[in-house]
């Protein structure tokens, strides 16, 4: 097929056509791997990821945080990928900080317009169990990789067309779900060659050169985005900021920092992760150090498309290879927290993700007067495993979200999830599969942190376990809450607990994979709220009023944290608009000037007992920090 000559000078309108079917092809390999995958985590909580990259690896969109395709560089090379290869792996330590932990399959479809290698398509999920000591593949107390699964390098799970049978029976027998595994890998694979047809369609209509000259300008668009309209908001200077993980599931319960250094010149920003804590015995750690920290990098710059012009402006901005212009990355030295050694085990890597966006943002919030959200914690894993045998084995898994922040321009959003498109299970789905009753699906009243604009509510969600099973719960943020920023105060913390058939409830911690939950038994998981943004002594009295009579804000809490006296007159609540001034007017000046950060109740008590410790040449991140003055609204 002879190729169209290239277009020398593409117009926006060709451009945007092209980018534009980029982004429609991503929706479209979504819509294919919800249709076709069999597992409940992929197929309905939408727990996958889905991209299209440029022939040099590079991320064309940003709709979803996806993995990187170097590992297919650096494992087979340039002259080793052919037409009907599918690329394969879940190796934390040997995908190039593509794959962050074990239950993450990747498959990887080169795209070829005839002889060359134009570009590829990827999806990759969380699989229900890919092996390991606990189903699920995330045991709490694992102390390397191989306790939480089969680990798979980068291989050729199809070489020009042809199935490698053996490795595909190994990866599915390693399964306790093996069928479910082989339905979500057939999905996966058929998604990820529509995604490359769409390119190649592409390819046929404009002409290759065409085609990746177009590739080339989108990416630069992004990075002059970026480098125009976010970073002049950003003042030049040094930040620096901290947040914690609560226990590794194996050491007595500990704080453990991650720490960041933020260098902001006029044209880039250099993060410096230098100071956080060693790694951990347990699963807590995250291995990012390789490929230029690209994935890091690319996963961290969505946060500053909050200092966008309008929430419109921030939502058309993408985030592809092209911020990787203006981020760099520094690393400790091995043995961290985010630098861990080869088998260390990684399990719960998505609370250092978590922790990773908070510490950015709360350095942006320092160069910004606090013009960033607060935090937010929406992951967090639990679910309910029983049968005797290989038969009747089940395991019934969620991953539940949490409020989001609160933002200068509104309120958090309640109950989201960090991953594109992720939805609760159904309670009509969960009770015709599993053998457990949906007894409570509600929001927790008062969860959202307080603030000019209120962090978004958690769940508080109940579960009757029907035969006898076993809990597991792989969530941080039992202790502390997601912080408040410019003033706002934290979210509430989460919670998991079994009430017996008498009543009697006991609290567990997060991280837990060992507790039997005897049948009539039910399990409560409540999840965090959002940090509050903003002075809560601000927030117009209509908008307390409304949260207390729609039942997310206590009548307690609108006068303890905003200030506002409540009457209520039948069913109806009303301010008492002179007594709320005049409690607001006291409450601020016993206050005082609020500080630019708010970390909860625990986390003062923490400090008080000399619990929160920083190593030599590193300052307290909050000290001297106070929230800059908003006019009331």
Not at 77 to 82: C, M, N
Request: some cysteine.
């Amino acid at each position: 097929m002879l190729d169209k000559p290239a277009i020398t000078k593409l117009g926006p309108i060709e451009l945007e056509v092209i980018h534009g079917t980029i982004r429609a092809a991503e929706l479209e390999i979504e819509a294919a791997v919800e249709r076709t995958a069999r597992s409940p985590m992929i197929r309905d909580q939408h727990d996958y990821r889905v991209a299209l990259f440029d022939g040099k690896g590079r991320k064309l969109t940003g709709r979803s945080y996806s993995a990187i395709v170097e590992p297919v560089f650096q494992y087979f090379g340039e002259h080793d990928i052919f037409p009907g290869d599918v690329f394969f792996w879940n190796d934390p330590y040997n995908s190039c900080g593509a794959i962050g932990h074990v239950p993450d399959l990747c498959t990887t479809v080169p795209i070829f317009h005839g002889e060359r290698l134009i570009g590829f398509s990827q999806v990759f999920g969380h699989h229900d169990d890919v092996g390991g000591m606990v189903p699920g593949s995330l045991p709490v107390h694992a102390t390397d990789s191989w306790m939480e699964g089969v680990l798979i390098p980068p291989i050729k799970l199809y070489e020009r067309g042809q199935l490698n049978k053996a490795a595909f029976r190994i990866i599915t027998r390693n399964s306790r779900l093996s069928d479910h595994l082989a339905g979500d890998l057939d999905a996966e694979i058929g998604a990820a060659r529509l995604g490359s047809r769409r390119i190649v369609a592409l390819a046929d209509r404009y002409g290759v050169d065409t085609l990746e000259a177009a590739f080339d300008q989108i990416l630069k668009n992004t990075a002059e985005i970026f480098r125009r309209e976010i970073l002049p908001k950003i003042k030049d200077g040094e930040y620096h900021f901290e947040d914690y993980i609560e226990a590794d599931g194996v050491d007595a319960p500990r704080l453990h920092a991650l720490r960041l250094k933020m260098t902001k010149t006029p044209e880039k920003i250099i993060l410096d992760f230098n100071g956080t804590d060693p790694e951990a015995k347990g699963p807590i750690n995250w291995a990012l150090d390789e490929a230029e920290g690209r994935y890091f990098r690319k996963w961290l710059a969505p946060c500053m498309r909050s200092l966008a012009s309008s929430p419109e402006r921030a939502a058309e901005i993408d985030s592809n290879e092209g911020v990787l212009d203006v981020i760099d990355v520094i690393f400790p030295e091995k043995g961290t927290l985010i630098t861990p050694h080869q088998g260390k085990p990684t399990g719960m890597r998505f609370f250092l993700m978590l922790r990773s966006l908070g510490v950015f943002a709360a350095c942006l919030s320092k160069a910004t007067g606090g013009k960033m959200p607060g935090d937010h914690e929406t992951i967090r894993i639990w679910g309910l495993t029983g049968g005797r045998t290989q038969e009747d084995f089940y395991l019934f898994r969620e991953v539940l979200g949490g409020g989001s922040p609160g933002r200068p321009w509104a309120d958090g959003s309640d109950v989201v999830h960090i991953v594109p498109n992720s939805k609760n299970l159904p309670a009509e789905f969960s009770e015709t599969r599993y053998p457990i009753m949906v007894e409570q699906l509600a929001l927790r009243e008062d969860s959202g942190g307080a603030g000019l604009r209120r962090g978004g509510l958690g769940y508080d969600k109940k579960i009757k376990a029907l035969g006898e099973c076993r809990l597991i719960s792989n969530a941080d943020r039992s202790l502390l809450g997601c912080y408040g920023v410019n003033g706002g105060k934290a979210g509430m913390n989460y919670s998991v607990s079994v009430i017996d058939p008498s009543g009697k409830e006991t609290v567990y911690p997060g991280m837990t994979d060992t507790v039997i939950v005897k049948p009539g038994s039910s399990v409560r998981i409540v999840t965090t709220g959002g940090g509050g943004w903003g002075d809560p002594l601000k927030r117009e009295v209509e908008r307390v009023v409304y949260d207390v009579q729609c039942g997310l804000v206590s009548k307690k809490q609108a006068k303890a944290l905003y200030g506002v006296v409540l009457n209520k007159v039948g069913r109806k609540f009303a301010a008492d608009v002179k007594a709320t001034k005049a409690l607001r007017q006291q409450m601020a000046k016993a206050r005082g000037k609020p500080p630019m950060f708010d970390r909860g109740p625990y986390f003062e008590k923490l400090k008080k007992k000399g619990a929160v410790k920083h190593p030599p040449g590193w300052s307290d991140p909050d000290h001297g920090w106070h929230a800059q003055p908003v006019p009331s609204m």
